[in-house]
T-cell receptor, first 115, second 113 residues
Framework: AQSVTQLGSHVSVSEGALVLLRCNYS??????LFWYVQYPNQGLQLLLK??????LVKGINDFEAEFKKSETSFHLTKPSAHMSDAAEYFC?????????????FGTGTSLTVIP | DTGVSQNPRHKITKRGQNVTFRCDPI?????LYWYRQTLGQGPEFLTY????????KSRLLSDRFSAERPKGSFSTLEIQRTEQGDSAMYLC???????????FGQGTRLTVV
């Protein structure tokens, strides 16, 4: 069974500060992992994905995430927060075998950026 | 590439009525997914198609929910006899079977009154 746990439903950072959003996964086999961002009343936009290549993954808007198998984690970071980063962030897992690429999402972390 | 398009964006319906939502995927994508997202939660997988075949539907929430993709292009999601608990955002996504990515539409927000 696949599942994702996002620690911290709300995170606040100051503009220019480091962003760290936590994600831990549970999977019986190495999964594919994703981070999506959702702005109010919008769909989800892919930030980055891990598909068993490099463990440090770089995405759009200077976001990156590191896959750590020993910790079953895939935390999202950004060196310097911008006001436009305020949004809901979802971590998702998909089995690495061909089961239709169904995604299992975490409950999300709402990021607030303080000016 | 115009992205995944969903219509309508908003739907308000009375309890007991039937509603149908449409999703137009990215044209070259053979896979199409439906998700439901309730307030404060992540999207929840409902069903998916590869071309016109519905390959997974056990996660549909009840027999009041059904989906079709008759020609392997656009898809519809129908909810019969709507209940207040059906109020949610319904998201559609599309992708290629050889690729892990899914591209999401902006969703249809359903309010059942």
């Amino acid at each position: 069974a696949q599942s994702v746990t996002q620690l911290g439903s709300h995170v606040s950072v100051s503009e220019g500060a480091l962003v760290l959003l936590r994600c831990n996964y549970s999977s019986s086999v190495p999964p594919y992992l994703f981070w999506y961002v959702q702005y109010p009343n919008q769909g989800l936009q892919l930030l980055l994905k891990y598909t068993s290549a490099a463990t440090l993954v770089k995405g759009i808007n200077d976001f990156e995430a590191e896959f750590k198998k020993s910790e079953t984690s895939f935390h999202l970071t950004k060196p310097s927060a911008h006001m436009s980063d305020a949004a809901e962030y979802f971590c998702a897992v998909s089995p690495s075998w061909n089961t239709g690429n169904q995604f299992y999402f975490g409950t999300g972390t709402s990021l607030t950026v303080i000016p | 590439d115009t992205g995944v398009s969903q219509n309508p964006r908003h739907k308000i319906t009375k309890r007991g009525q039937n509603v149908t939502f449409r999703c137009d995927p990215i044209s070259e994508h053979n896979r199409l997914y439906w998700y439901r997202q309730t307030l404060g939660q992540g999207p929840e997988f409902l069903t998916y198609f590869q071309n016109e075949a519905q390959l997974e539907k056990s996660r549909l929430l009840s027999d009041r929910f059904s989906a079709e993709r008759p020609k392997g292009s656009f898809s519809t999601l129908e909810i019969q006899r709507t209940e207040q608990g059906d109020s949610a955002m319904y998201l559609c996504a599309s992708g290629r079977s050889e690729n892990t990515e899914a591209f999401f539409g902006q969703g249809t927000r359903l309010t059942v009154v």
